[in-house]
T-cell receptor, first 120, second 115 residues
Framework: GAGVSQSPSNKVTEKGKDVELRCDPISGHTALYWYRQSLGQGLEFLIYFQGNSAPDKSGLPSDRFSAERTGGSVSTLTIQRTQQEDSAVYLC??????????????????FGPGTRLTVL | AQSVTQLDSHVSVSEGTPVLLRCNYSSSYSPSLFWYVQHPNKGLQLLLK??????LVKGINGFEAEFKKSETSFHLTKPSAHMSDAAEYFCVVSTSSGGSYIPTFGRGTSLIVHP
């Protein structure tokens, strides 16, 4: 079946503009994660959805960042009034369940190819 | 609380020689541990995962990792490196206790393979 898809693949914007990044998870996956990967850095957790709810928004860097998920499927990450430090690759991942049931732990995350955001 | 430390930011090997990428973790609960690989300009792909079953985990492309609780380690190994193994590797720890399902990623290890 289809994997996780993200759009656009690349986005160049001017400082101060708003951008929307989209993630289409694997069908049936209940959990969805957003991460940010800056050049030469590891993955920075942004937000996690269980269904349409976001139990953990602790990673959002500022109130300029927001995200929503509708129908337990597509998610949109919005960055308002973009700044140059927002330039990064934004990765989305989905998993069937966040918890691993009797085995514990968390389920495997499947990643999209990412959106490369450049703020000029 | 949980954390993960990848002990080397870069590892350089010759083609055909063994690979060792080191990872140490800390976790208040029984963890799940993962290794992901990211090739240039590609998304992350799961190599292997440990979820409290066998401590020696075999993954794709000939990689394996051993969970050692006493050493809080989950090092990734491969007997013989191939040029196509050159990529960024991420060690990940995650627990489901306390209702939080947020994995913690290491900073990554860049594997360089010389001909």
């Amino acid at each position: 079946g289809a994997g996780v898809s993200q759009s656009p693949s690349n986005k160049v914007t001017e400082k101060g503009k708003d951008v929307e990044l989209r993630c289409d998870p694997i069908s049936g996956h209940t959990a969805l994660y957003w991460y940010r990967q800056s050049l030469g850095q590891g993955l920075e957790f942004l937000i996690y959805f269980q269904g349409n709810s976001a139990p953990d928004k602790s990673g959002l860097p500022s109130d300029r960042f927001s995200a929503e998920r509708t129908g337990g499927s597509v998610s949109t990450l919005t960055i308002q009034r973009t700044q140059q430090e927002d330039s990064a690759v934004y990765l989305c991942a989905s998993s069937l369940f966040p918890g691993g049931g009797r085995l514990g732990g968390t389920d495997t995350q499947y990643f999209g190819p990412g959106t490369r955001l450049t703020v000029l | 609380a949980q954390s993960v430390t990848q002990l080397d930011s870069h590892v350089s090997v010759s083609e055909g020689t063994p690979v060792l990428l080191r990872c140490n973790y800390s976790s208040s609960y029984s963890p799940s541990l993962f290794w992901y690989v990211q090739h240039p300009n590609k998304g992350l792909q799961l190599l292997l995962k440990y979820t409290s079953a066998a401590t020696l985990v075999k993954g794709i492309n000939g990689f394996e990792a051993e969970f050692k609780k006493s050493e809080t380690s989950f090092h990734l190994t491969k007997p013989s490196a191939h040029m196509s193994d050159a990529a960024e590797y991420f060690c990940v720890v995650s627990t489901s206790s306390g209702g939080s399902y947020i994995p913690t990623f290491g900073r990554g290890t860049s594997l360089i393979v010389h001909p």
